[in-house]
């Protein structure tokens, strides 16, 4: 059994439970009971034995007594606690006082920090708008000063390159010069060195011709077909009586081809009283029947055709070709053939087509333009007046010193009415072709 002692601890210690005894008899017992503990508590102080722990506690209570004692304590309770009460509510009373009083003061100060917020805000709103600006303005004036440094050095920098481009251009501008003279110097002096050697070598052919013309049998032996033919024909135009030439090309005709004919496209020069000379390209794109001569009154038929060996159209070479007549043409005062050129050098004026001055000029001037290379059976040559040429028409020189003026030098390959320089094919480098079919050695 438990002591008295921690019995009462535990009723001190424990929850004033009798504050919710609502019946006052009720209170009266329980205080009554309350009392008999404490007293043997202080019995139980004062004879402090270890073997009355063990013994059971016995509790006398007069009754009578304890209870008006008791109901007396009872109401100084209730008194007390109505005094308690009252105290609580007028502290409840204060506290609530107090805590709307600090609650009007803390709004007050709540409303008197959210105004100095405001004005606050306003004067940092303000000042950063000031600052702002002004931040700007020093902004815009040192972007407008940099903009304006930046122009003044653009502007001098584009000066000084403008200045050495001119300068360089003035120097390129002088050194070309300087070296066009120069160029120019040293091609003239070459052209002049070439005419002078060319000049020897052609007074050297000719002192050589005249050595050999001096015994007849000689120079028969040492001319070419060609130069022999030539010979006949100023022989025959002799015999007939014509004692001057016109520089008109009267050896000169056109094709036609099933009736039709082809003067538009191609062009032929008399070499023989049964042979025309004329570019092979006319002879494998049309099917030749009927030549016309001496303005197309003179009509002779197609007895065979002879195109150069290696002839090619693309890319053009050997552009040559004969045709050959099947009856001669009888010499007349506007109808007679032409010499050929026999000559290896290029002859250096009086180059004629058609009753119109040619000149031959550089062959870079036709490069690009009909071709990349020249060969050396080619020419560039550049007419002096404007019209139009057809493939297969000749290009004369007018030989003074022969009777015979027209000496074939070249034909056109190509139709072009562009006032440009053209190309022509050397009929010298063909001499051997033409000579092997219009004058072959049986026959010489």
Not at 66 to 94: G, N, P, T
Request: negative net charge; hydrophobic residues 40%.
């Amino acid at each position: 059994m438990r002591s008295a002692s921690y019995t009462i601890y535990k009723l001190r210690t424990a929850k004033p439970i009798w504050l919710k005894i609502e019946n006052c008899e009720k209170k009266m017992v329980f205080i009554a009971l309350i009392v008999a503990l404490l007293q043997a508590a202080s019995t139980e102080g004062s004879n402090q034995e270890p073997s009355l722990d063990d013994v059971p506690l016995s509790i006398y209570v007069d009754a009578s007594k304890e209870i008006d004692y008791f109901i007396s304590l009872a109401k100084s309770i209730d008194e007390k606690q109505r005094i308690l009460e009252e105290a609580l509510a007028r502290l409840s009373a204060e506290v609530k006082a107090t805590e709307e009083r600090w609650n009007e003061r803390l709004s007050a100060e709540v409303k008197e920090t959210q105004r100095l917020n405001e004005s606050v805000s306003a004067e940092v709103k303000a000042t950063e708008e000031r600052w702002n600006e002004r931040m700007s303005a020093v902004v815009k004036a040192t972007e407008e000063r940099w903009n304006e440094r930046l122009s003044a050095e653009v502007k001098e920098t584009q000066w000084l390159i403008e200045s050495k481009i001119f300068r360089m251009s003035v120097a390129v501008k002088a050194t070309e010069e300087r070296w066009n003279k120069r160029l120019s110097a040293e091609v003239k002096a070459t052209e002049e060195r070439w005419t002078e050697k060319m000049s020897i070598l052609e007074n050297k052919f000719k002192n050589l011709s005249n050595q050999l013309t001096k015994s007849p049998d000689i120079a028969t032996l040492h001319k070419r077909p060609a130069e022999l033919a030539c010979e006949k024909i100023t022989s025959k135009l002799q015999s007939i009586g014509v004692t001057s030439i016109t520089d008109v090309a009267v050896h000169l005709g056109a094709f036609t081809e099933g009736g039709f004919k082809l003067w538009e496209l191609c062009y032929f020069a008399l070499i023989d009283t049964r042979f025309v000379l004329t570019a092979a390209d006319c002879l494998s794109s049309h099917n030749v029947t009927t030549l016309e001569l001496n303005l197309y009154i003179v009509l002779k038929k197609v007895k065979a055709i002879h195109i150069h060996p290696e002839f090619s159209i693309n890319p053009a070479l050997n552009n040559i070709g004969l045709i050959e007549m099947n009856s001669e043409v009888e010499y007349t005062f506007d109808l007679y053939p032409a010499c050929m050129y026999t000559s290896a050098f290029n002859p250096k004026s009086g180059l004629m087509e058609r009753g119109t001055k040619v000149q031959i000029v550089a062959d870079s001037e036709c490069l690009n333009k009909h071709t990349t290379q020249l060969l050396p059976n080619q020419m560039c040559v550049k007419s002096l007046t404007h019209n139009c040429r057809q493939k297969g028409e000749p290009i004369f020189v007018l030989n003074e010193e022969t009777f015979s003026k027209h000496q074939l030098v070249g034909i056109i390959g190509k139709r072009s009415c562009i006032d440009e320089p053209y190309v022509i094919t050397n009929v010298f480098a063909y001499l051997d072709f033409i000579e092997s079919i219009v004058w072959p050695k049986k026959e010489n």
